[in-house]
């Protein structure tokens, strides 16, 4: 073959493309910078044809290391995907023996990696759409990925200020609607109760929702909603040590309210079942402050409690309430009788509205007398009369409340218990039951909020 050196005189020398300098060889250049040097006409450096004419022909160009690891082009005879088992051919690829990078006819952009005789494509660019999949070429957003690996994505940041958060997705847009930033779903069946959409970790705060909105409307920094057929909780929280040592206060659950004109730390509201309870709670309650029933209080026993007026600081004083099956009001107090052994007392002015069925009490202090009432109550006072002057004499007035709550909800000493609560206890312990007796007893609400 023709070829012109650094000697050639002849004109086949003179004219050839080939350069070889002992060195390096040369193409259309006389001065080969790498053992193979092709220099030409933009856009037609170097050209590879296969003459096949097959669906399956190809050109290739690879080159190898001493290893045998190979690098390369290849140009398919037709347009398409990555040309590998399963998997359709490129327009042009670059690939290497562990991999390749396709640009396809309709300009898709895809890195595979070759495990095996298969390639997998690893990153996608539909450049229709503009959205880039991982592990997968069909993406349905932005940013599509499809793994089977616990750990789909992963993402870490050693920032001094990472406040705007390590991952952040934001609406941008200002179209009035409930657009959502970041939505979690794992559901691996609808019939069993497993799979967390969400979950955060943190040194303080393990998940926080918080809310900036300049309107009067009502916001909700947090909103949990659950939806099944069996116990259902919108909001759950759970406090537990992270050690055997018992140390500090655990709250499963708190609430803070302020800077409104009424404000409610925790609400609850239930309605729609069977049983309604707006609130329950298994153990022990502490209310520092006062409390406000606007329906009707039911209890197993009720006492006041204070420090001991005579030992405040080492006992507590307990006093019981005085029942009864009626809505009974107690009114008392002393008086004395005048020179004529009489005495009016005067109640207040809304007890004959508050109150009916009077019943009295008299007891003389001092001296034995003969006392009675002698005008029953009547424009809210009464007269007491005695057979002497000046006697003290002690009086107790009772009435059955009759006011419209009363009358709307009187308190009905016997009841039957409902079909569901019937066969239990409020206390089983006293009748030598289980607690699997107690007409509260579930143990699925104290059980299975613990983590699995």
């Not at 040194?203 to 909700?220: H, Q, R, S």
Request: proline share 4%; charged share 15%; net charge neutral.
């Amino acid at each position: 073959m023709s070829k012109f050196n650094s000697t050639g005189s002849s004109s086949a020398e003179i004219n050839s493309l080939v350069y070889d300098n002992g060195t390096n060889v040369g193409i259309g250049t006389t001065s080969p910078a790498a053992k193979f040097h092709i220099e030409g006409a933009a856009n037609a450096d170097m050209r590879i044809t296969s003459k096949g004419t097959g669906a399956t022909n190809y050109a290739t160009m690879q080159l190898y290391n001493d290893a045998g690891t190979s690098f390369g082009f290849t140009k398919a005879s037709g347009a398409g995907g990555l040309y590998s088992p399963g998997i359709p051919r490129p327009h042009m690829a670059l690939f290497a023996n562990r991999g390749s990078m396709l640009f396809n006819a309709t300009g898709n952009i895809g890195f595979a990696t070759l495990i095996g005789s298969t390639n997998y494509t690893r990153l996608f660019v539909d450049s229709a759409t503009g959205n880039v999949g991982i592990n997968t070429t069909n993406p349905t957003a932005k940013l599509h990925v499809v793994g089977t690996s616990d750990s789909v994505g992963f993402f870490t940041s050693n920032s001094l200020n990472a406040v705007t958060g390590i991952v952040r997705s934001e609406y941008t847009g200002n179209t009035i609607s409930d657009h959502v930033a970041l939505y979690g779903r794992s559901v691996p069946s609808q019939i069993s109760n497993y799979g967390i959409g969400v979950v955060g970790e943190g040194g303080w705060i393990g998940a926080e929702g918080f809310v900036v909105n300049k309107t009067t409307l009502a916001t909700y920094g947090v909103v949990g909603t659950s939806s099944s057929r069996g116990d259902t909780y919108g909001v759950a929280g759970i406090a537990n040590n992270d050690t055997s040592t018992v140390e500090g206060a655990k709250v499963g659950l708190w609430g803070y309210a302020s800077d409104g004109s009424t404000n409610y730390g925790v609400y609850g509201f239930a309605t729609g079942g069977n049983t309604n309870y707006a609130g329950a709670f298994d153990g022990n309650t502490i209310i520092t402050g006062n409390l406000t029933v606007l329906g009707t209080l039911a209890k197993s026993s009720g006492t006041f409690k204070i420090d001991h007026p005579q030992d405040p600081e080492n006992k507590y004083l307990y006093h019981s309430f005085v029942e009864s099956p009626d809505m009974m009001n107690v009114y008392n107090g002393n008086t004395i009788s005048d020179a004529n052994g009489k005495a009016i007392v005067t109640l207040p002015d809304y007890f004959e509205v508050l109150n009916k069925d009077f019943r009295y009490q008299l007891t003389c202090i001092g001296q034995p007398a003969q006392v009675w009432i002698s005008q029953k109550i009547q424009g809210n006072t009464f007269e007491i009369s005695c057979d002497k002057p000046n006697v003290e004499i002690s009086w107790q007035v009772t009435g059955i409340r009759q006011d419209k709550f009363a009358q709307a909800y009187p308190i009905v000493p016997e009841v039957e218990k409902p079909e569901a609560e019937k066969g239990t206890y409020m206390h089983p312990e006293l009748y030598e039951q289980s607690d699997e007796k107690g007409v509260f007893y579930k143990p699925s609400l104290r059980k299975r909020l613990i983590r699995k």
